[in-house]
């Protein structure tokens, strides 16, 4: 009697373990201020390409999902220090980045660009933007790229959010802005704040500083999770559910070559 | 602990340390020169006068720094009129937008504690005064002033080291301050721990270098009220 009470107790104990391990609940930092990958919505609610996306990976996967809003400049540290399982918020897989997480496939890739107010500059030059102020966002692809290529002729001016980068672009505290051209084009240019700028030079995606695309960060070494959001990232490529959020949100191919 | 993520990047805390020391510097300087004559008037002043001052006082000391420091930021920046006008390229930049908001904010503080120390001032010395036959700006400059800074001092200490802390908030508007070197080694290293470590030492070195004038001020100025010093003289 005592055996079989005691091999219950480690049957459960083993089943307790192996639950743990499972994935069927995992909590995903989001980003929540980099439209029209991930904003939130006037009632509060969190929504955006990579809110979507982060849903429906979670139904390929059967797991359980719950979303954690994080502020860009802490995501990562919040990762590592387990506040949640994994990123999804447009983060480019870099080799910088690879020190400190694992990365899955990618689930999308664009280009970054430059903005202007119109006709500031007739044609893209390093020479005209001399001495001008270009904001970016702090700590992504595009702040490393300019803080590379163009640290010693332009003033780099840095911002928590893209949010703030478009408020500070309108009142002319910077003359142009580097990110995403997603993000420029549907989170500022299309809106009616954004009409009088204009995308200018050429794109940009040298893979030294853009990386291979946008992927879903996870802490090193729990492979098992990144292998799941693998295998889900091409379910949904598969049957045609990914396809619906991109049409939803863009009227191009997001996901690249 | 990795240091060496530091000493690589300490250019960045230098840019950091001298933009703190200068907007807590410059705005300590403006908000105290401005609120001695606005404390007196808010003394001795006509209710017409005390007015408005009342009102600037309770709106800075009644909201919070951050809140202040966006209305002037952002929510300056909403309006075409300021925009076209000749206050805009002051207003422009974000260094100034915190120099204005850190110095009227002090200010408004500095007014209330001036102005305590000056009500509190012993009814028997103002008596003396006038009837010495001193005017009131007289009386101000030999006997309620002097005696209202002395009085003063512990607070306004608190609220230089208030305001040095309080100037963290301008990395929030992407001003490289200390704070802000600190988030921009973190960003770029993922190691929070030793990025606002070293901003802490940074702000605890000019705290107690604050503390340590102040210490010697009090002691010059509060003499009077040392306990006594045994010399030679009196055994």
């Given at each position: 009697?005592?055996?079989?009470?005691?091999?219950?107790?480690?049957?459960?104990?083993?089943?307790?373990?192996?639950?743990?391990?499972?994935?069927?609940?995992?909590?995903?930092?989001?980003?929540?201020?980099?439209?029209?990958?991930?904003?939130?919505?006037?009632?509060?609610?969190?929504?955006?390409?990579?809110?979507?996306?982060?849903?429906?990976?979670?139904?390929?996967?059967?797991?359980?999902?719950?979303?954690?809003?994080?502020?860009?400049?802490?995501?990562?540290?919040?990762?590592?220090?387990?506040?949640?399982?994994?990123?999804?918020?447009?983060?480019s897989i870099t080799e910088?980045?690879?020190?400190?997480?694992?990365?899955?496939?990618?689930?999308?890739?664009?280009?970054?660009?430059?903005?202007?107010?119109?006709?500031?500059?007739?044609?893209?030059?390093?020479?005209?933007?001399?001495?001008?102020?270009?904001?970016?966002?702090?700590?992504?692809?595009?702040?490393?790229?300019?803080?590379?290529?163009?640290?010693?002729?332009?003033?780099?001016?840095?911002?928590?959010?893209?949010?703030?980068?478009?408020?500070?672009?309108?009142?002319?505290?910077?003359?142009?802005?580097?990110?995403?051209?997603?993000?420029?084009?549907?989170?500022?240019?299309?809106?009616?704040?954004?009409?009088?700028?204009?995308?200018?030079?050429?794109?940009?995606?040298?893979?030294?500083?853009?990386?291979?695309?946008?992927?879903?960060?996870?802490?090193?070494?729990?492979?098992?999770?990144?292998?799941?959001?693998?295998?889900?990232?091409?379910?949904?490529?598969?049957?045609?559910?990914?396809?619906?959020?991109?049409?939803?949100?863009?009227?191009?191919?997001?996901?690249?070559? | 602990?990795?240091?060496?993520?530091?000493?690589?990047?300490?250019?960045?805390?230098?840019?950091?340390?001298?933009?703190?020391?200068?907007?807590?510097?410059?705005?300590?300087?403006?908000?105290?020169?401005?609120?001695?004559?606005?404390?007196?008037?808010?003394?001795?002043?006509?209710?017409?006068?005390?007015?408005?001052?009342?009102?600037?006082?309770?709106?800075?000391?009644?909201?919070?720094?951050?809140?202040?420091?966006?209305?002037?930021?952002?929510?300056?920046?909403?309006?075409?009129?300021?925009?076209?006008?000749?206050f805009w390229p002051f207003?422009?930049?974000?260094?100034?937008?915190?120099?204005?908001?850190?110095?009227?904010?002090?200010?408004?503080?500095?007014?209330?504690?001036?102005?305590?120390?000056?009500?509190?001032?012993?009814?028997?010395?103002?008596?003396?005064?006038?009837?010495?036959?001193?005017?009131?700006?007289?009386?101000?400059?030999?006997?309620?002033?002097?005696?209202?800074?002395?009085?003063?001092?512990?607070?306004?200490?608190?609220?230089?080291?208030?305001?040095?802390?309080?100037?963290?908030?301008?990395?929030?508007?992407?001003?490289?301050?200390?704070?802000?070197?600190?988030?921009i080694v973190n960003s770029?290293?993922?190691?929070?721990?030793?990025?606002?470590?070293?901003?802490?030492?940074?702000?605890?070195?000019?705290?107690?270098?604050?503390?340590?004038?102040?210490?010697?001020?009090?002691?010059?100025?509060?003499?009077?009220?040392?306990?006594?010093?045994?010399?030679?003289?009196?055994?």
């Amino acid at each position: 009697m005592r055996r079989i009470l005691g091999v219950a107790i480690l049957l459960c104990l083993l089943g307790t373990t192996v639950q743990a391990n499972d994935w069927k609940k995992v909590r995903i930092g989001v980003e929540g201020a980099y439209p029209p990958f991930s904003y939130v919505q006037p009632d509060g609610q969190l929504a955006g390409f990579d809110i979507d996306i982060a849903k429906a990976l979670c139904e390929a996967m059967g797991s359980e999902c719950v979303l954690v809003a994080q502020d860009w400049d802490g995501i990562i540290p919040a990762l590592l220090a387990k506040k949640y399982d994994a990123i999804i918020a447009s983060m480019s897989i870099t080799e910088e980045r690879k020190q400190k997480v694992d990365f899955t496939h990618k689930y999308y890739q664009t280009p970054a660009k430059f903005i202007q107010e119109k006709g500031m500059m007739n044609a893209f030059s390093t020479e005209a933007m001399k001495g001008k102020k270009v904001g970016v966002q702090r700590a992504t692809i595009h702040d490393r790229y300019l803080t590379d290529n163009y640290g010693q002729s332009v003033e780099i001016v840095r911002y928590a959010s893209q949010d703030e980068a478009y408020l500070d672009l309108t009142a002319g505290r910077v003359d142009m802005l580097l990110a995403d051209s997603v993000a420029l084009s549907d989170g500022f240019l299309k809106k009616p704040e954004g009409k009088n700028y204009e995308f200018i030079g050429p794109d940009l995606s040298d893979p030294k500083w853009f990386g291979e695309g946008a992927g879903i960060a996870i802490r090193k070494g729990e492979t098992d999770l990144a292998e799941k959001f693998n295998k889900a990232i091409d379910t949904i490529r598969a049957n045609g559910v990914y396809k619906q959020i991109q049409d939803k949100y863009f009227d191009f191919n997001v996901y690249g070559e | 602990m990795n240091l060496s993520i530091i000493t690589e990047n300490f250019g960045i805390y230098a840019e950091g340390l001298q933009n703190t020391l200068m907007l807590v510097s410059i705005s300590l300087a403006i908000g105290l020169i401005l609120a001695i004559p606005l404390a007196v008037l808010r003394c001795y002043g006509s209710q017409r006068v005390q007015l408005p001052i009342r009102a600037f006082v309770y709106f800075f000391r009644g909201t919070p720094l951050l809140v202040q420091m966006f209305l002037v930021y952002y929510g300056f920046g909403q309006f075409e009129v300021l925009k076209t006008s000749i206050f805009w390229p002051f207003f422009r930049e974000a260094y100034l937008c915190a120099l204005f908001t850190f110095s009227l904010n002090t200010c408004a503080y500095t007014v209330e504690i001036i102005r305590g120390a000056m009500v509190a001032t012993p009814h028997g010395e103002i008596e003396a005064a006038r009837a010495a036959g001193m005017s009131t700006p007289l009386m101000l400059r030999r006997i309620v002033l002097p005696s209202a800074f002395r009085r003063a001092l512990p607070a306004y200490s608190n609220e230089m080291i208030f305001m040095l802390h309080g100037t963290a908030l301008a990395s929030v508007i992407t001003i490289v301050d200390i704070t802000g070197a600190a988030r921009i080694v973190n960003s770029r290293f993922y190691s929070p721990y030793e990025a606002f470590l070293t901003a802490a030492v940074l702000y605890m070195a000019i705290t107690f270098t604050i503390v340590f004038f102040v210490k010697r001020l009090e002691n010059r100025w509060h003499r009077h009220l040392q306990p006594q010093q045994q010399t030679a003289e009196d055994n």
